[in-house]
């Protein structure tokens, strides 16, 4: 067993590592500004109004649900960041304990437009789906929605009708699905109830229809008022839609935890060892490794150390491909891989490297971390006649078809094809998470704005015209801001194409919940891959 020794010292105020801290500080306090956006849902004014109904809101809602004192791992809360619609996409999701069974649990936030689905609330709904199926974690839908965003309903409707195939997916799987109803649930929306396995619904709020009132006058002549055409009592005791007929908003968290406590839920994946030691290093130390100049390498096994159990890094190859670290630990008792970016740059070592430890993995049944701090794939002439292209793919295939859990951390950079071979988003990592430090891009903006550069120069010099110097400049300084700005993660974040921006000391504790709801589902590799190009 080898302990991570760690290299850093005790700062000085002079020390890079205390210049390191004071940069993520920043950055965690503007990370911290955009989370209290979503929190705060439609502002005051909406927030004061649905308390003056008697009403919870969504995350009091979700306290209430979950066990006391247990964690809530909410997910993707910057979903809408950077567009027209209120950061959070009006629901929020995420992984929380009821009963001592891990669910995945969904509340829509009424307090932003009657928690109204717009397209960021459907790709949001969406990712909690593929999070609970592939994990197979029980769902709680906490609904109050005035269903769709009608002006972006083209946006919505053809793509959302996904929502309702997963949720009967989900119970053809025998994944549980509940739903508890504390207001608005109408037209698609009444679906969500409709396809649920568990259903209650709040007397007095719940109010499920495909046609409200106004619509049915239009329709049929038929005057109906909110309660006869659906609200709890009738379902409950005429349409049978409601399982579950609750008092109060109080009483539906009690009837949903009841029902959680009668599934007989049992985990398929092997249990996490009894007992293990917490890591030899503070996690508070994990503020001074990142530089915020990400050109400056630093060493990923400073934070391995802060984050596994006991600090113990049994290292894979240490010795060959060293520009990425490969290895294996545990986490809050749980058996796992570790790859991590070491300087940046894969050549063929390490993508050798990577590919024969991710094959390890799959017949060892042992998930896998991967930490990112890639440039990419090394690139220029005696690189490309080393073979970098059928390397990069050797490693890219194995993590492309390997079946074990992945887990995705953003450090740093996390550029080209450098992305996808640290399975990167599109590679279907179980979670993937990033530091206020990640960048991630095709390449870094002075790469790729020097490359738009010289393309122009290339093609003035063929037609012979004179190059525009200034204009060069003009562009350069353009394009390098432009992919700043799109490399961010709370940009990216805000597409959903990460799971969450953490504090890094949060770290070790996030991949403890992603690890024991992984555990949920069967763990089991594979030893099947695609051509490997030797």
């Known amino acids: 067993m080898s302990t991570v020794t760690s290299e850093h010292p005790e700062t000085t105020p002079s020390d890079p590592s205390d210049v390191n801290r004071r940069g993520m500080l920043d950055k965690l306090a503007a990370l911290d500004a955009e989370h209290a956006k979503a929190l705060a849902g439609g502002g005051e004014k909406y927030v004061a109004r649905h308390h003056a109904r008697g009403k919870l809101l969504a995350r009091e809602r979700i306290e209430l649900l979950i066990d006391p004192d247990s964690a809530f791992l909410e997910l993707s809360p910057l979903a809408g ?71 972006t309903q083209k946006e919505i409707f053809i793509p959302g009708g996904a929502m309702f195939r997963n949720l009967t997916r989900l119970s053809a799987e025998g994944i549980p699905t509940i739903a508890l109803v504390f207001g608005n649930s109408t037209a698609g929306g009444a679906y969500i109830p409709g396809m649920s396995d568990y259903v209650v619904m ?3 709020g719940a109010k499920v229809f495909l046609a409200g009132p106004p619509l049915v006058k239009m329709a049929t002549g038929e005057d109906a008022d909110d309660e006869s055409l659906g609200g709890a009592s009738m379902h409950a005791r005429k349409s049978g839609l409601a399982d579950y007929f609750a008092v109060d908003e109080q009483d539906a968290i009690r009837l949903g935890r009841q029902i959680v406590s009668r599934l007989n839920w049992t985990k398929q994946g092997p249990a996490a060892a009894p007992s293990y030691r917490e890591p030899l290093y503070d996690a508070d130390e994990l503020l001074d490794i990142v530089p915020g100049d990400l050109k400056i390498p630093f060493d990923p096994r400073d934070v391995i150390a802060r984050v596994v159990d006991g600090s113990v890094f049994d290292e894979f190859k240490p010795l060959y491909g060293s520009s990425l670290a490969t290895g294996w630990a545990s986490v809050h008792g749980y058996p796992v891989g570790i790859l991590a970016n070491a300087r940046g740059v894969l050549f063929s070592e390490e993508s050798q490297k990577a590919a024969q430890f991710i094959q390890l993995a799959n017949r060892s049944d042992t998930p896998l971390i991967f930490l990112h701090n890639t440039t990419g794939y090394m690139v220029g002439q005696e690189y490309e006649q080393g073979g970098i292209i059928k390397h990069g793919a050797q490693m890219i ?104 921006v953490i504090d890094p000391r949060d ?28």
Request: charged letters at 20%; hydrophobic letters at 40%; one cysteine or more.
């Open 202 to 204: 709040v007397d007095g």
């Open 507 to 534: 770290t070790r504790t996030v991949l403890g919940i992603c690890l024991s709801a992984i555990h949920s589902a069967p763990v089991e590799g594979t030893s099947s891959f695609g051509v490997f190009r030797l």
């Open 81 to 151: 960041w950077g567009s027209d619609f209120t950061v959070g996409a009006s629901l929020v999701t995420g992984i929380g304990v009821v009963e001592g069974v891990e669910c995945l649990i969904t509340a829509n936030d009424p307090t932003v437009k009657g928690g109204a689905s717009n397209p960021w609330t459907l790709r949001k709904a969406l990712r909690s789906d593929e999070i609970a199926r592939a994990n197979r974690l029980p769902v709680i839908s906490l609904v109050e929605s005035g269903g769709a965003d009608l002006p």
């Open 397 to 500: 295939n194995a993590v492309a078809n390997s079946k074990v859990p992945h887990v995705s951390i953003l450090m740093g950079a996390s550029y080209g094809a450098g992305h996808y071979g640290m399975c990167g988003r599109a590679f279907d990592p179980r979670f993937l998470f990033a530091w206020p430090s990640a960048k991630s891009a095709v390449m870094g903006p002075q790469q790729l704005a020097g490359v738009l550069s010289i393309v122009a120069r290339a093609a003035s010099e063929a037609k012979g015209l004179p190059y525009d110097e200034d204009g060069d400049a003009k562009m350069r300084a353009y394009v390098e801001g432009q992919i700043e700005a799109e490399s961010l993660p709370m940009f990216l974040s805000g597409r959903l194409y990460d799971d969450g």
